[in-house]
């Protein structure tokens, strides 16, 4: 950079000049986009999962298939079955919307 330019910026975009902190400012929100980007790729995993599920059974089947689903989760986790367990959480999570969605639509339902 010039002498000239050192009192402008680091550099210049459109016609603006950008300091260090504007460029640093620009790679944290490039980071966040990114960020969220792969977290809406996971829930969109979820919501693929649980629209798969039948969510018109009772919050009752939906416990007890939370806790037969968390114990592959154990089980993938004690093997150190890295995959199988990434999947079996999906798929847990994907048990978990879909019970809630069962007792948004049965308020009056108790698990």
């Given at each position: 950079?010039?002498?000239?330019?050192s009192m402008r910026g680091v550099c210049r975009i459109?016609?603006?000049?950008?300091?260090?902190?504007?460029?640093?400012?620009?790679?944290v929100e490039l980071r966040m986009?990114?960020?969220?980007r792969e977290h809406a790729?996971?829930?969109?995993?979820?919501a693929r999962i649980a629209k798969d599920k039948d969510d018109e059974v009772s919050p009752q089947q939906h416990a007890m298939w939370i806790v037969l689903d968390a114990e592959e989760v154990q089980k993938a986790l004690s093997n150190r079955d890295?995959?199988?367990f990434r999947s079996e959480l999906v798929n847990l999570a994907a048990i978990i919307v879909t019970a809630i969605k069962c007792l948004d639509r049965n308020a009056d339902a108790t698990p």
């Open positions: 950079m010039t002498e000239g330019n459109e016609g603006k000049w950008l300091t260090k902190t504007d460029v640093a400012d620009m790679v986009l990114r960020k969220r790729a996971v829930f969109e995993e979820i890295l995959t199988a």
